[in-house]
């Protein structure tokens, strides 16, 4: 099944161009104007991923993904203006996998795509293979991750983690104890070569430390170790 994108801007230029480029890399797409009029669609017929403009007329992409995330855990990517950083931060808080800043190159928007799909089982990512072969549970201490079916548990609770959070996450749990530098982690949650700046990387972590706190207000398996990286620690 080849994945679709659903593209919400009230940028029409934006709108137009990018689903050409997606369609000619092998998507699927459906095109929104406005925050009301996606949510509704994106709720009752959820595509693999949506791509959001945060400053939109009638209801900008941030309520729309606030609203989004009560009833759909879609993967979503942020449009941004150059200077937003707390619209960027914001984002990464309520949900978001990833942001992308305007003016954008459509090659880095589809690499994006690509990266945050390919652990979507049984999603073709614009003609590649998607589904990987079904990889062994992670049991560190009381983290347990599935990557087949994308769970993650703490102490038998379920957590619930994006696609970029999980790969991360996955990387650390992998070699408890062993440093990953911020460029590893870029690395293994976009997997392609593209440029993600260090402060996309811990705004992921402080969500992924979050999230597990909600469950667990003790949880400090996540060491940060300042000028290095970061390590997961199963003790």
Do not use: C
Request: avoid cysteine; proline fraction near 4%; charged fraction near 30%.
């Amino acid at each position: 099944m080849t994945a679709t994108i659903a593209l919400v801007d009230d940028d029409r230029n934006i709108l137009t161009s990018v689903s050409i480029a997606l369609q000619a890399e092998g998507f699927l797409t459906r095109v929104y104007s406005d925050g009301e009029t996606a949510l509704k669609a994106l709720v009752d017929n959820p595509p693999d991923l949506a791509v959001l403009d945060i400053k939109m007329p009638r209801m900008d992409g941030l309520e729309l993904l606030r609203r989004l995330r009560e009833k759909s855990a879609v993967p979503v990517i942020f449009l941004t203006s150059k200077d937003d950083e707390l619209d960027e931060a914001l984002g990464l808080a309520m949900g978001a996998d990833d942001y992308i800043a305007k003016p954008f190159s459509q090659r880095l928007l589809i690499a994006r795509i690509r990266a945050i799909l390919r652990r979507t089982e049984g999603v073709s990512v614009g003609g590649e293979a998607g589904a990987e072969e079904a990889q062994q549970p992670i049991e560190r201490g009381r983290l347990t991750m599935d990557p087949a079916r994308h769970r993650v548990t703490w102490a038998g609770n379920a957590v619930t983690l994006t696609v970029t959070e999980f790969l991360i996450l996955e990387t650390l749990a992998q070699r408890p104890g062993i440093v990953k530098t911020r460029n590893q982690l870029m690395d293994a949650a976009y997997q392609d070569d593209i440029y993600v700046d260090d402060r996309t990387i811990d705004s992921h972590i402080k969500r992924v430390r979050r999230k597990f706190r909600e469950t667990d207000p003790e949880f400090d398996a996540i060491e940060t170790l300042y000028g290095a990286g970061y390590r997961f620690s199963d003790e």
